[in-house]
């Protein structure tokens, strides 16, 4: 199966644009609840390095086909975070985060949908350019 160009790089700017919305479900960092339920993942630190990585995405989404090995990275980036919401999710309890704030519960709600979303999305592109190397 291929994609369009244009689609992929649309697909790279949406990446970093999910990444970018921590920025509302922080309220630009003034949520304390998100970093309360996962202090360590999802501290002011740590929602500043998912924007950092947003703009990473954003930034190769014209010529990702140059970067095949960063591509790579960024699944396996994607892959850790699902990993990681899937074990808070098995351990902690989502309507605590609900009873205490909306923007947080929501956001714990899809941050490891999210990824894993663009898991397969970075893992596809990738392939795909392994592919393209290998027939040359």
């Known amino acids: 199966m291929k994609i ?9 700017i ?6 970018l ?3 509302i479900f922080s309220r630009l960092f003034t949520n304390t609840t998100i970093a309360e339920f996962d202090p360590i993942v999802m501290s002011n630190f740590g929602l500043l ?12 989404a014209k010529n990702y086909q140059q970067v095949k090995w960063l591509i790579g990275v960024f699944a396996l980036e994607k ?12 351990t902690n309890n989502l309507a ?17 949908i999210n990824d894993g979303v663009f898991f ?14 290998n027939s040359q």
């Open 96 to 112: 605590d985060v609900y009873a205490q704030d909306l923007m947080a519960g929501v956001f714990y709600s899809i941050y490891g």
């Open 49 to 60: 390095m998912i924007l950092i990585w947003g703009l990473a995405y954003m930034s190769v």
């Open 4 to 12: 369009e160009n244009t689609i992929i790089t649309k697909g790279f």
């Open 79 to 90: 892959l850790i975070y699902a990993g990681v919401w899937s074990n808070w999710m098995l």
């Open 14 to 19: 949406l990446a970093g644009l999910m990444n």
């Open 120 to 133: 397969a999305f970075f893992v596809f592109v990738f392939v795909q350019k392994c592919k393209v190397k």
């Open 21 to 23: 919305s921590v920025l």
